[in-house]
């Protein structure tokens, strides 16, 4: 198509040029050639700029990042020191509190969790990674201290540590046992330390049996049964407890007195082997082993990850084979280990209580002046904050599933209350100078998010291109109407 169109145009210039016709010839030319150029479509490339910001220092939080639109930048992470806190901003009463630290250098340092008045609580001291525990005694709200140390004693950081120790719940336990002995009467001590309410039987003979009966409610939050109960049962009375744990019911079995491996195999699907006289669990308490256990972590469906307490799921609930006996040797010299080793198994058994709200911690550490965003699940209607004298309706936001959330700025350092649906909970406010190495890692998280949602410079054009396919037309137009007008002169 171009090729005829320059044979065509070519042969009528030479035509106007026999004729000594210039000024034709030169707007037979012009029009020939923006008819070739209309007919390629000619481009001229235009460079793209290449502007791009660069990002100084340790960027900026994540709340500032939200509000920019996303654009390409630079940014080198500087290799400066930096932490990360983790501990839990709410504690059941019992529960172990554990704060963590997560270092980015392997330099010696000791972490300390300090009292209200300067008493050191807890301490651990290492390289890399440390934490501390440590066990509430009462419920309340607390603001503990914390700080990291380097090997020479100086404060690399430090701050508050914020978190609210709520009173249990008593819980419902049935307890069923074909026998006495010291496990189970230590285990009974345990639940009415934690004022839980107990239906509790234990056979003395054959005719005679110990009852504990707390309640009439017949719902209960967590069944304990010892292996000899089980093995004796009738199928009826086997069937009933299982369909209240395939209804929902956590089920732990205390196996110290199993004798019938085949019957756990027929009822449960629980592959047991003999274990040798003698034997002691790993762990934080040395536990004589049970009789007869699974041989390995992973018996069929069945799993544990410490080789005493195998779990499976039972439809809506799940069954727990505590493989350990004589806990009750540790009841006096560890009773903070012992109950922290309970909690454990009754955490892979599943026994909890369904909150109708919960809070979600913040993504970053609140400051006065910062944008903050309280989110929680379950919550409906108005979020009162009586410090800052505002009252929000809850939205759901696209990046919390199942959650609402709703947006402050707090005023203060402090504990910041919000009320909603008649439950209060509260979110503490840290001041700027606290755990600066923490505020730096969480810029240093928030801007490496905003870069990668930001567009990548690799991957854009270098460079746009005009098309001038409109001026061809134009100037092929205007040439061909100024050779009509002179021929027709």
Known sequence: MIALIACIGAASVLAYLWRRQWVDAALVLVATAALVGL?????????????????????????????L???PMRWTVPETPTLRLSFPRELALGRMFTLSVQRNTESPARLQLLAENGQVLADAAGKGNLAVQWLPPVAEKLVLQAR???????VLDQGPVPFVVHDTVPLKVRGRFDAPSFDVRALEEQFVASRAALDW????GKAITRSTVAGQDSAVDLEVIDAAWFERATPATRAALLARVAAGTPLVILAGNASNAGAWLQALQLPLTAQPEGKLTSGALALAAAPFNPAA???????????????????????????????????ITQPQVLSAWWQSVFDRAGVQREQDITWLAPDELPLPGQRLAVCAQGVTGDAVFPQLGQKLAWQ???????????AVWPQAPGWLTVQTGGVQHQ??????????????????????????????????PAAASTSY???????FALALLLLWWRERR
């Open 39 to 67: 007919a390629a479509d000619v481009r001229i490339p235009v460079p793209a700029p290449q502007t791009v910001d660069t990002i100084a220092g340790d960027g900026l939080r994540a709340s500032q990042w939200d509000d």
């Open 69 to 71: 639109p996303a654009r």
């Open 148 to 154: 990291l140390l380097d090997g020479a004693g100086k």
């Open 201 to 204: 039987q234990v056979t003395l």
């Open 297 to 331: 972590a992973n018996a069929q469906a069945w799993h544990s990850n410490d080789n005493i307490a195998w779990t499976r799921a039972w439809q809506q609930g799940r069954i727990t084979w505590l493989g350990a006996t004589d806990w009750h040797r540790h009841a």
């Open 396 to 406: 759901r936001r696209a990046d919390r599933v199942d959650a609402s959330c709703v």
């Open 427 to 460: 979110v503490y406010v840290h001041d700027a100078k606290d755990w600066t190495l923490w505020q730096r890692a969480q810029r240093h998280d928030a801007t490496a998010r905003y870069l990668a949602r930001a567009p990548d410079q690799r991957g854009a």
């Open 469 to 475: 396919a409109t001026a061809c037309a134009l100037l």
